[in-house]
Nanobody, 122 residues
Framework: DVQLVESGGGSVQAGGSLRLSCAAS?????MTWFRQAPGKEREGVAG???????TYTDSAKGRFTISREYAKRTLSLQMNSLKPEDTAMYYC????????????????????WGQGTQVTVS
């Protein structure tokens, strides 16, 4: 397991941008951003596996960009054109081994989670 610490959340008006960061204690194969709004299930937003294969949920495509700096052990999520429906607690999750995750945007199977960072779009 790895330790994860998110940062970068905040409040922004619709159409604005935020950048989330997740610092990891190691080099997990899978790193993914999830979000959970009040009363809703946790959903995968964007994930990265291996050396750079990315997957986005449909609502994030064209607006969000996931990136990873291996030297700094950091995962980022650049969020542009934010909408009120993007309001949620955002979590970073990781899984160490290749093949340990069957579906990168499915929260099941991830053993390591950050504490979350709140994003509010008004």
């Amino acid at each position: 397991d790895v330790q994860l610490v998110e940062s970068g959340g905040g409040s922004v008006q619709a159409g604005g941008s935020l950048r989330l960061s997740c610092a990891a204690s190691g080099y997990p194969y899978y790193m993914t951003w999830f979000r959970q709004a009040p009363g809703k299930e946790r959903e995968g937003v964007a994930g990265m596996e291996g050396v750079g294969r990315t997957t986005y949920t449909d609502s994030a495509k064209g607006r969000f960009t996931i990136s990873r700096e291996y030297a700094k052990r950091t995962l980022s999520l650049q969020m542009n054109s934010l909408k009120p429906e993007d309001t949620a607690m955002y979590y970073c999750a990781a899984s160490v081994g290749a093949g340990s995750i069957s579906s990168i945007l499915d929260p099941a199977g991830y053993r390591s989670w950050g504490q979350g960072t709140q994003v509010t779009v008004s």
